[in-house]
Structures are given as structure tokens and as C-alpha cells.
């Protein structure tokens, strides 16, 4: 029973761990395989970033200066 316990609270632990790493990668939108710990390069995420929010505003603008159908 106690080797049963044992084996359980090792693979919860090591699971958690793996959990915690792949959420990381999630979390910052890279490749769920990748190095959590690679420095990440700011500029690029930023340059990614303005252009979604970019896309963006340039949708709802074309969606509020369409003409009214009838």
C-alpha cells in the first residue's frame, strides 16, 4: 500500500512539473516543446504585438465606415 502511495506522489510531482513548464510556453504563446527558460526577445514580441493590435483597429474601422445595408 505505502509503495503504491509512493509511486502515486512521485508521478503527481513530476506531472506538476512537466504541467508547470508547458504552461509557461503556453502562457507566452511559444511552442509547447521549446526551452521555457530561452531568453525570449522583446522586440519581436512587441513588433508582434503592435501588429495584431494594428490589424486590429484597421478591421473595426472598416467594419464602422461600411455603408448601412438595406
Known sequence: MTARLK???VGLIIGGVIAFLL???YGRGAPLLSN???KRDISSTIKEKAGEIA???REKLHDAT????K
Open 23 to 25: 504552461g509557461m510556453n
Open 7 to 9: 509511486i502515486f506522489f
Open 66 to 69: 461600411k455603408p448601412a445595408s
Open 36 to 38: 521555457p527558460f530561452a
Open 55 to 57: 490589424e486590429g483597429a
